[in-house]
Nanobody, 123 residues
């Protein structure tokens, strides 16, 4: 499956952005979809994931501010980011786990990755 992430940009502290991850080549309705991010000088880290069932999981740092969702009819996953902080600045990557049952917080559980979209939060 090919993934195309979009929706990043520059936003002020407290603002919102919605990232999209459009999938092509396969029906992702049975996949676990994930979002990871990588800030300059840091390792890539888990942000959020959503199972085929709709069960959602979040990193503690974004819980209550970010919401992951999916629209299987559009073969697309989303990440709604509210109350953004400067520390949310990073390149955001979407990912797909075709098994649907991998450990969602591990990068190695995902076999497809998008190209990344830059999110910059100014203070």
């Amino acid at each position: 499956v090919q993934l195309q992430a979009s929706g990043g940009g520059l936003v002020q502290t407290g603002g919102s952005l919605r990232l999209s991850c459009a999938a092509s080549g396969r029906d992702i309705s049975s996949y676990t979809m994930g979002w990871f991010r990588q800030a300059p000088g840091k390792e890539r880290e888990f942000v959020a994931a959503i199972r085929w069932s709709g069960s959602a999981y979040y990193a503690d740092s974004v819980k209550g501010r970010f919401t992951i969702s999916r629209d299987n009819a559009k073969n697309t996953a989303y990440l709604q980011m509210n109350s953004l902080k400067p520390e949310d600045t990073a390149v955001y990557y979407c990912s797909a786990d075709r098994t649907g049952y991998g450990n969602y917080w591990y990068e190695t559980s995902y076999d497809s990755w998008g190209q990344g979209t830059q999110v910059t939060v100014s203070s």
